[in-house]
């Protein structure tokens, strides 16, 4: 079936560090793939997104691209803040599967300032 | 336009007891996901509904475990003779169709 796998974490940074978070994938034919954030006591917030290969969801200075080659979907961010300590997941959706998602482990960033 | 809306917060129930958990979809959406988030886990999908039907229930365990869209009002996860091993963070998430999906804030369970 269908998996996700990414990093385990913490992650501690400091502010301004570069980040990366690794996610890689497993399913048949050709997923959409997101990154979500959770903040503490919160729900899951949409953080990016892209649906076919090569293309790059970005937000917030957050970038991921969809890498078929290597059914990878990293999450970078040139320069982190505190505030975006959080837990970060990796999900995919299979073609034609709606909303039904399936998500990574979860990695918990911190960034000290 | 409020967003998903899941209550209570937190339940704390003790073991045999029942425990119901609504969500309430954002205004518009027909579509309801419901997850769950075992401590230091990834959310597993479970159920997914639209009004008055379920889609695809193949998260869902086969006993004790229930879920309903009815016409009017909430979704409800409803979960008979709860264990420990039920506690745990449950998550609702609406769409319209096919489109983003919002998630709630989540029901914290904890079976004492």
């Known amino acids: 079936g269908d998996s996700v796998t990414q990093m385990e974490g913490p992650v501690t940074l400091s502010e301004e560090a570069f980040l990366t978070i690794n996610c890689t994938y497993t399913?048949?034919?050709?997923?959409?793939l997101f990154w979500y954030v959770q903040y503490p006591g919160e729900g899951l917030q949409l953080l990016l997104k892209a649906t076919k290969a090569d293309d790059k969801g970005s937000n917030k200075g957050f970038e991921a691209t969809y890498r078929k080659e290597t059914t990878s979907f990293h999450l970078e961010k040139g320069s982190v803040q505190v505030s975006d300590s959080a837990v970060y997941f990796c999900?995919?959706?299979?073609?034609?599967?709606?909303?039904?998602?399936?998500f990574g482990g979860g990695t918990r960033l911190m960034v000290k300032p | 336009n409020a967003g998903v809306m899941q209550n209570p917060r937190h339940l704390v129930r003790r073991r045999g007891q029942e425990a119901r958990l609504r969500c309430s979809p954002m205004k518009g959406h027909s579509h309801v996901y419901w997850y769950r988030q075992l401590p230091e886990e990834g959310l597993k999908f479970m159920v997914y509904l639209q009004k008055e039907n379920i889609i695809d229930e193949s998260g869902m365990p086969k006993e004790r475990f229930s879920a309903e869209f009815p016409k009017e009002g909430p979704s409800i996860l409803r979960i008979q003779q709860v264990v420990r091993g039920d506690s745990a963070a449950y998550f609702c998430?609406?769409?319209?169709?096919?489109?983003?999906?919002?998630f709630g804030q989540g029901t914290r369970l904890t079976v004492v």
């Open positions: 399913a048949t034919g050709y997923p959409s």
């Open positions: 999900a995919l959706s299979a073609n034609n599967a709606g909303n039904m998602l399936t």
């Open positions: 998430a609406s769409s319209q169709g096919r489109h983003e999906a919002f």
